[in-house]
Nanobody
Framework: QVQLVESGGGLVQAGGSLRLTCAASGRTFSRYAMGWFRQAPGKEREFVAA????????YYADSVKGRFSISRDNAKEAMYLQMNSLKPEDTAVYYC????????????????WGQGTQVTVSS
């Protein structure tokens, strides 16, 4: 299995930027498609972005398209989420996830999860 640890969250003003990192350990990182999800208080966990095994394909939720960018570095066993033009509605706990089977947009398509990192965007 793979262990995932997120970092890079924090408090930022609207219009600002943050870069989240997901560090992986355990089994070979390149075996997994990777994704970012987020969950705001009182809401269900929602898909944010996903990246294929060697990073050749990326997918985004409509709400973040054009503002967020997902990438991965298999040599460093890490995945990133660059978040620009942040809005208050982006406030949530952000989770990274690994899938051994597909590049999915649904939470149940992922096998392993990190503990999450809080992102708060003030207006």
């Amino acid at each position: 299995q793979v262990q995932l640890v997120e970092s890079g969250g924090g408090l930022v003003q609207a219009g600002g930027s943050l870069r989240l990192t997901c560090a992986a350990s355990g089994r070979t990182f390149s075996r997994y498609a990777m994704g970012w999800f987020r969950q705001a208080p009182g809401k269900e966990r929602e898909f944010v972005a996903a990246v294929s095994w060697i990073g050749e394909h990326t997918y985004y939720a409509d709400s973040v398209k054009g503002r967020f960018s997902i990438s991965r570095d298999n040599a460093k066993e890490a995945m990133y989420l660059q978040m620009n033009s942040l809005k208050p509605e982006d406030t949530a706990v952000y989770y990274c996830a690994a899938s051994s089977s597909r590049v999915g947009v649904l939470f149940y398509e992922y096998d392993y999860w990190g503990q999450g990192t809080q992102v708060t965007v003030s207006s």
